[in-house]
């Protein structure tokens, strides 16, 4: 399904400013029983990097009911909402223009069975991962820097991790990290990369459950013991190798891919 505006089409007019510029937004849900069980963190997330690019944002009622409807067609799938600032003519400066919606649905990655009970291989990525503060966490259509580094693992991993340009690993192409230190959660600063929705919705559930989480720049060295990666497509999945050096998949990483499930399923009935 594809939904533009609310209406079924097959694509967006050629002057689009996210098309021409990256101008906009967007989130890739979990759908889960025909529902959106992280909907509220996800709309709220768009809803920072909206104000943040001085984006309208849709009617709340248009934006749910789309979203619900693709949701409810795909039923155990993913569902990725895109806005942008919709069509304009040439030139950076924006104007008075009217936001556009795009709503898409999907199949869930065929491995992901395997990568949540076997562990996911790592690489590590040589494409630093910068851009500016004022992007900073926000989901925003400007994803050249992923798109090179995905080139660099395809055949030896299943995801990459990326540094900064001071050689900090912030995230993965499409992951927040989450490294196991001295029986603590260890988590990249959220402003380095993208502020995940699992990734804040795992922070919660550790907190829960009595376990430190913290945030801290992480150095190579610092990724040498257990390790997970998530999204809110993937949920909580271990890593089971790096650069082909294995990994342990402990008890914490499956604990809270346990809760998560838990919480999930919840939300979703």
């Not at 709503?103 to 491995?111: I, R």
Request: contains cysteine; hydrophobic residues 45%; proline residues 7%.
């Amino acid at each position: 399904m594809i939904l533009v505006d609310g209406r079924e089409a097959d694509g967006i007019p050629a002057d689009d400013r996210g098309l021409a510029y990256g101008d906009g937004v967007f989130e890739t849900m979990r759908a889960m029983h025909g529902t959106i069980p992280l909907l509220d963190l996800h709309l709220e997330r768009l809803q920072r990097g909206l104000a943040a690019l001085g984006i309208v944002a849709p009617p709340s009622a248009s934006l749910t009911g789309e979203l619900g409807r693709a949701a409810g067609e795909v039923r155990d799938g993913v569902v990725k909402l895109i806005v942008t600032r919709g069509s304009g003519g040439r030139g950076y400066m924006p104007g008075a223009h009217q936001p556009r919606r795009v709503v898409l649905t999907g199949a869930l990655p065929a491995d992901l069975p395997r990568w949540r009970e076997e562990g996911m291989h790592v690489a590590i990525c040589t494409t630093p991962l910068d851009g500016p503060a004022a992007l900073a966490g926000l989901k925003h259509l400007n994803r050249l820097p992923q798109v090179l580094a995905s080139r660099e693992f395809p055949g030896r991993a299943d995801e990459g991790l990326m540094r900064d340009a001071q050689g900090y690993v912030v995230e993965g192409t499409r992951t927040n990290l989450f490294v196991v230190a001295g029986g603590q959660l260890v988590t990249p600063p959220a402003g380095r990369g993208v502020a995940g929705v699992m990734r804040r919705l795992v922070m919660t559930l550790a907190a829960a459950e009595g376990l430190t989480v913290r945030e801290a720049p992480l150095r190579d060295a610092d990724l040498g013991g257990e390790m997970f990666l998530v999204n809110a497509v993937l949920g909580v999945c271990p890593v089971a190798a790096l650069e082909d050096a294995p990994r342990p998949i402990g008890t914490m990483t499956r604990r809270l891919q346990a809760a998560v499930d838990q919480e999930m399923e919840r939300r979703a009935c």
